[in-house]
């Protein structure tokens, strides 16, 4: 799952680049949910809970956040709770969760796992066509 995810915002993010809005952004699922959702199932798994109890639990807590959300946009709040979410402060949780991220990705890149040591250079040569080409439709 994570790799077709990382396909999908790699593919969104390219197609963004070349025909979107031409700005170095991933469009795609934030790392951070995706992170959580997977350590929440994990933790429920190993704690004996089925898949399907887990998986109700945490759509009822997006549906949940996803109503408390249209009540503060709706009741005003949210124009005084984007004060507090200045440029520094969106700019140092953005670099937190890169840095956080860092580590897998890389070792997503070269294809890498707990089980083997080794570098698949098929991924890796890959995994750098991908950053050479992005990083050249970036200037």
């Known amino acids: 799952m994570l790799q077709r995810t990382f396909f999908v915002v790699g593919l969104g993010s390219f197609l963004a680049g070349w025909l979107g809005h031409r700005f170095p952004l991933l469009d795609g699922p934030a790392g951070v949910w995706l992170s ?3 350590v929440m199932g994990d ?41 507090l979410f200045t440029p520094l402060v969106t700019g140092s949780s953005l670099m937190v969760l890169g840095i956080q991220l860092s580590g897998t990705l ?14 698949d250079i098929e991924n890796l040569f890959i995994a750098l066509g991908v950053f050479i080409t992005v990083n050249h439709m970036g200037k």
Not at 51 to 73: D, F, H, K, W
Not at 106 to 119: E, F, Q
């Open 36 to 38: 959580a959702f997977i």
């Open 106 to 119: 890389l070792k997503g890149m070269v294809g890498a796992d707990s089980a083997t040591s080794s570098v």
């Open 43 to 83: 933790v429920a798994m190993s704690h004996g809970s089925g898949a399907r109890p887990t998986l109700q639990l945490l759509e009822g807590g997006m549906i949940a956040s996803g109503i408390i959300l249209v009540l503060i946009s709706i009741t005003g709040t949210m124009r005084r709770l984007l004060k």
